[in-house]
């Protein structure tokens, strides 16, 4: 095997390791909104007396005030390409193992912000 062909394969492996965990970040944060969305948001009796909806899609979690029509600001919290949590395009850093609690507080804190709450 030539020394370029061994780079290339060098490479290529690498490049299939850093995909491996970057999707293996994105499936943590995309599991971190999901028991977010399920265990804060869709039972809070807050956010539906201040007229907010929560839509969670997979990856995503859109959180709107239909009355104020369509001039309101909406909020997204979504998982960004390396596995980071972006909020309204201001990422909060990658789902920890043990920092989930820090994570969802931060989380809930720009949603108090956002809505005023």
């Not at 539906?48 to 969670?56: I, L, N, S």
Request: charged share 30%.
């Amino acid at each position: 095997m030539s020394a370029l062909d061994k780079a290339v394969a060098e490479l290529d492996a690498k490049r299939s390791r850093d995909d491996a965990e970057r999707r293996a970040r994105q499936e943590a944060a995309s599991a971190f909104l999901k028991a977010f969305f399920e265990t804060d948001l869709a039972p809070s009796k807050t956010l539906r007396e201040h007229g907010v909806q929560a839509v969670f899609d997979g990856r995503r979690i859109l959180l709107t005030k239909p009355e104020e029509g369509v001039y309101a600001e909406g909020m997204m919290i979504v998982v960004g390409e390396q596995g980071e949590i972006d909020v309204s395009g201001r990422s909060l850093g990658p789902v920890g193992s043990g920092g989930n609690e820090a994570k969802k507080k931060e989380l809930i804190g720009e949603i108090i912000s956002h809505f005023s709450l």
